[in-house]
């Protein structure tokens, strides 16, 4: 519904035409009236009508001048004039003042009618349009936000060159005129006990991300994405003169930033790795598959949030004890021991992540190659393995380079053990292991010990060592000594083998002290002594 405005110094006529209105033309609800052009002026200003019928010859103010003062006022309201002057000059008036029509009075109520029907027809199409646009401009608006992710995810993917970015940049009103640019990854874990506000966990920090940043607007623009649940990206950039500036800057945006989400948020698990800084938004793509591979580091990288690529992509691979270590648990496994094999557990994870920097390409690698030699076992002790891989949460493929957490590959490996253990437990094969079975996988694990003696077994599987050694020698056919000896000879024939290896490291690996007695005790297994031995070898004699 409309309103209209009729300005005329005669009453009678406004009464005419405002009954045409009421009787004729119902889309215009409410009607006003002045009687000269200074009046009609107040009025508009104050109720801002649709429509304008207006005379021009009016005393203090004509119909022209009113036009005027409302074309310059930007009113928008359409404009009629009735005049009694057939006057070509008045004519071209009103069309250089753009009104809507020019009529003559007297006017029928029928024309007029017509007239002001269709100008209501023109109202509802203009209001229509006007909608449509406010529709349009709300929903421009409101996905501005995705159009801005879709940009920032083109970028970290590399999908165009860079003047591409910036013109689209520009054209969702984002700037990016700094001189050094860096991709930079968040990742945080919220406790159990908090889950319950992990949406507002995720709201808060966009916002906290931003609220660190607007200490260095001067020198820093940050734009935050998330890529996937508690993953955000920040594309960082800088406007110091020198890379080195730059880095100095970022560094201390980051160390804010991660005392505030410590600060505000309830966070079990933080880290925020941040790529290399180079001159191109382009090369922004590299510095966030950077960031990813610092974020790696989590793993072997302790008590530290922020981990810079630069810094870490230099680092080796340690030297650790995770090979006896390995060995150790492989052997409580095939003994069914599950306590002990859940300390080995923590023993080795400790081995392996104990050194600062440990590639975590090869922590998981490490771990990866340990339950591999658990599946060898069961294969070996022809367990069938296909229902136990099939579950999502054994397979060591999809486990192991899912998780990036230290305490989650951990507890995987607990439950990947466990579940090896009971199913070894239930393989009919297994149950029916012997003591005696026992004693020779651990022989097989520790010859190397010098130490290594049946009472020391016998302890282990809670027997005596009396009764461990009648049992052996009643199902063997020799005894502990024997067969200890059998073995590390056997094995000492291999290590001799290598030149490089001297006869006193031969005798320490298979479980000898002193040389002269390995010596001894080779001589009576094989009728030589080692140097003889090797002599014989390199003759090609053996």
Not at 315 to 339: D, F
Not at 357 to 381: C, F, N, T, Y
Not at 383 to 406: A, E, G, H, K
Not at 428 to 447: C, D, N, P, R, T
Request: aromatic fraction near 8%; charged fraction near 25%; include cysteine.
């Amino acid at each position: 519904m409309y309103s209209v405005l009729i300005v005329d110094d005669e009453e009678f006529i406004r009464e005419g035409i405002a009954r045409v209105i009421r009787t004729q033309c119902p889309q215009f609800n409410r009607v006003y009236e002045a009687h000269n052009g200074e009046q009609a002026l107040s009025m508009t200003l104050e109720y801002a009508p649709d429509l304008i019928i207006t005379d021009i010859q009016m005393p203090i103010q004509n119909g022209l001048e009113f036009i005027e003062q409302v074309k310059a006022e930007n009113v928008d309201a359409a404009i009629v004039i009735i005049s009694g002057y057939d006057d070509f000059e008045y004519a071209q008036q009103g069309l250089r003042l753009a009104v809507n029509d020019y009529l003559l009075k007297p006017v029928e109520s029928d024309h007029l009618a017509a007239r002001l029907q269709q100008i209501a027809d023109e109202l509802d199409q203009k209001h229509l349009f006007h909608k449509n646009q406010s529709e349009i401009q709300r929903i421009v608006e409101e996905s501005l936000p995705l159009y801005r992710e879709r940009l920032y995810r083109n970028l970290i993917e590399g999908r165009k060159d860079g003047s591409e970015y910036i013109e689209r940049a520009h054209q969702l009103g984002i700037s990016f005129d700094r001189s050094y640019y860096a991709a930079a990854l968040i990742r945080y874990h919220i406790s159990e006990e908090h889950a319950a506000g992990a949406f507002l966990a995720d709201a808060m920090m966009t916002d906290i991300v931003a609220g660190a940043a607007s200490r260095f607007i001067q020198d820093l623009d940050v734009h935050s994405f998330f890529v996937r649940d508690r993953e955000l990206v920040l594309l960082i950039g800088s406007s110091e003169s020198t890379k080195e500036l730059s880095f100095a800057v970022i560094n201390q945006y980051l160390l804010r930033l991660e005392k505030a989400l410590h600060n505000n948020l309830q966070l079990e698990h933080l880290n925020i790795a941040l790529g290399s800084i180079s001159q191109s938004i382009a090369d922004l793509a590299l510095s966030y598959k950077q960031a990813q591979e610092a974020m790696l580091y989590r793993l072997s990288v302790k008590n530290q949030v922020i981990l810079n690529f630069e810094e870490l992509a230099s680092l080796s691979v340690p030297e650790t004890q995770e090979r006896s270590r390995a060995e150790e648990l492989i052997l409580q496994v095939k003994l069914l021991n599950k306590a002990r094999a859940m300390q080995c557990i923590h023993n080795y994870i400790e081995d392996i992540t104990s050194i600062q920097g440990a590639h975590p390409h090869w922590v998981k690698l490490s771990i990866l190659e340990l339950a591999m030699s658990l599946l060898r076992i069961m294969q070996d002790a022809k367990l069938d393995l296909s229902p136990l891989l099939q579950q999502p949460d054994i397979d060591p493929y999809v486990n192991v380079y899912r998780l990036d957490l230290v305490s989650e590959l951990q507890r995987w490996l607990e439950h990947f053990v466990g579940r090896c253990i009971a199913e070894m437990e239930k393989s009919a094969l297994h149950k029916g292991v012997s003591h005696v079975e026992k004693v020779k996988q651990y022989i097989e694990a520790h010859f190397s010990d010098s130490s290594l003696s049946i009472s020391a077994v016998a302890s282990r599987l809670f027997l005596s060592p009396n009764y461990l050694r009648q049992l052996f020698r009643q199902e063997t056919g020799e005894s502990f000594v024997e067969q200890l000896t059998r073995i590390r000879m056997e094995h000492a024939v291999v290590y001799l083998k290598d030149p490089l290896l001297k006869i006193q490291d031969v005798a320490e690996k298979v479980g000898f002290e002193e040389q002269r007695y390995f010596s001894s005790c080779f001589k009576k297994y094989y009728a030589m002594t080692p140097s003889e031995y090797r002599e014989a070898l390199q003759s090609g004699l053996l």
